[in-house]
T-cell receptor
Framework: DAGVIQSPRHEVTEMGQEVTLRCKPI?????LFWYRQTMMRGLELLIYFNNNVPIDDSGMPEDRFSAKMPNASFSTLKIQPSEPRDSAVYFC?????????????FGEGSRLTVL | AQSVTQPDIHITVSEGASLELRCNYSYGATPYLFWYVQSPGQGLQLLLKYFSGDTLVQGIKGFEAEFKRSQSSFNLRKPSVHWSDAAEYFC??????????????FGKGTKLSVKP
């Protein structure tokens, strides 16, 4: 079975440009999470969805960040405009909720560098 | 608020030696606890999890962890470390949001180096 698929794996862009990160969760999973990992702050939850509905977006840094999940097999995280402090590794994870916390399966991450 | 503390940022052990990585959590109810491992350039992989029952849980790759409620700890152990265990290890506690499945709150991680 394919795991969580993220694209692009690496992105280098200039400040002010729009960045779109993509995620395909594991088929059948009903929860999707976006995390950001930096040396200073570790792993931070940005937003998560249950059944394509955003449940908690309190971790989204500011209005420059937005996330969508138009269907069960696809999600995007968009940064517009991007800033150097957004440089990080962005992870998508999915899970099958069965009445309680389930195991999170992580993608390999998208490494973003904003110059 | 829920939180996870991993006191050791970096640990170096010799190959074949035993390993214990520390994890302390803060959570108001019965916690759901996890250990994940991250190899360089990779995503996180689940090593083991504790939901309830036996406080000593076995995981993959020969790892185990013990839940101690009185100490709010969930330390990860391995009796004999292999060079391939060099990676970063994350402890996490499950959080609920409004009765729905919540997210995992992660510690800052412990980087493990293995000496030959």
């Amino acid at each position: 079975d394919a795991g969580v698929i993220q694209s692009p794996r690496h992105e280098v862009t200039e400040m002010g440009q729009e960045v779109t990160l993509r995620c395909k969760p594991i088929s059948g999973h009903n929860s999707l999470f976006w995390y950001r990992q930096t040396m200073m702050r570790g792993l931070e939850l940005l937003i998560y969805f249950n059944n394509n509905v955003p449940i908690d977006d309190s971790g989204m840094p500011e209005d420059r960040f937005s996330a969508k999940m138009p269907n069960a097999s696809f999600s995007t995280l968009k940064i517009q405009p991007s800033e150097p402090r957004d440089s990080a590794v962005y992870f998508c994870a999915s899970s099958l909720r069965q009445g309680a916390i389930g195991e999170l399966f992580f993608g390999e991450g998208s490494r973003l560098t904003v110059l | 608020a829920q939180s996870v503390t991993q006191p050791d940022i970096h640990i170096t052990v010799s190959e074949g030696a035993s390993l214990e990585l520390r994890c302390n959590y803060s959570y108001g109810a019965t916690p759901y606890l996890f250990w994940y491992v991250q190899s360089p350039g990779q995503g996180l992989q689940l090593l083991l999890k504790y939901f309830s029952g036996d406080t000593l849980v076995q995981g993959i790759k020969g790892f185990e962890a013990e839940f101690k409620r009185s100490q709010s700890s969930f330390n990860l152990r391995k009796p004999s470390v292999h060079w391939s265990d060099a990676a970063e290890y994350f402890c996490a506690v499950g959080s609920f949001y409004g009765g729905s499945q919540g997210n995992l709150i992660f510690g800052k991680g412990t980087k493990l180096s293995v000496k030959p």
